[in-house]
Every structure is written in C-alpha cells, then in structure tokens.
Nanobody
C-alpha cells in the first residue's frame, strides 16, 4: 500500500484544514489508517485512527472534539478534518496504514507498516 498525504498549509488559530490520505493498492478496506504528527522538537505522536470499515474511530485526548477522522473506501482515501486549530497543532502530519491491528495497538506507531510522506500544518497565533 502506498500512501500520499496532502492538504496541509498555513492557517490562523481557530481556523480549519482538511487533510487527505490517498492510498494506492488493493483491499484498502482491510487496513486501519492512523494519523500521527511530529511538532518542532517533539516526538511523533498519535492523533487519530479509523478501522477498515470506517465504523470505529479513535482520537487523542488533545484533539477530541476538534479533529474528525473519516474514510471513503470507494475513493481509497482517509480524511482528517481539523477544526479550532491551535498553535500547538503545528506539526508535520503523517498518515499510516496497517492490517490486523488490534484495538490496543491502534495508537502505536510500530503497528503500522505503511507510511505516507507527511504534510506540514502550521497554525499561527
């Protein structure tokens, strides 16, 4: 599975962006997809994940109520709608995919075998 993340950019605090993660490969619905981010001088962290069917989603406490993850398997694409953005959301955002990931591992980087190239999100104050 090859992944390409897009949709990043510069936005003012309080604004919104929608990231997309487009996948090439068969049986995309068999893969869970997660979004991770790495801010300046920080370690990469989990943001949100969605199961293959799209019926179950998970998000980090820091983005709950602001970010929404969804997927369209017909388009082989996963989205991350980011609202009420804050300067601390500034980071490179990566999407990743993996199959057979159990629930307790969805927040773990090592559970994902395939990674996109990352897209920069910058939130100005």
């Amino acid at each position: 599975v090859q992944l390409q993340a897009s949709g990043g950019g510069l936005v003012q605090a309080g604004g919104s962006l929608r990231l997309s993660c487009a996948a090439c490969g068969r049986s995309f619905r068999n893969y869970a997809v997660g979004w991770f981010r790495q801010g300046p001088g920080k370690e990469r962290e989990f943001v949100a994940a969605v199961r293959g069917s799209g019926t179950a989603t998970y998000s980090a406490d820091s983005v709950k109520g602001r970010f929404i993850i969804s997927r369209d398997n017909a388009k082989n694409t996963v989205y991350l709608q980011m609202n009420s953005l804050k300067p601390e959301d500034t980071a490179v955002y990566y999407c990743a995919a993996g199959s057979g990931i159990i629930l307790s591992n969805l927040r773990q980087e090592l559970a994902y075998a395939y990674w996109g190239q990352g897209t920069q999100v910058t939130v100005s104050s």
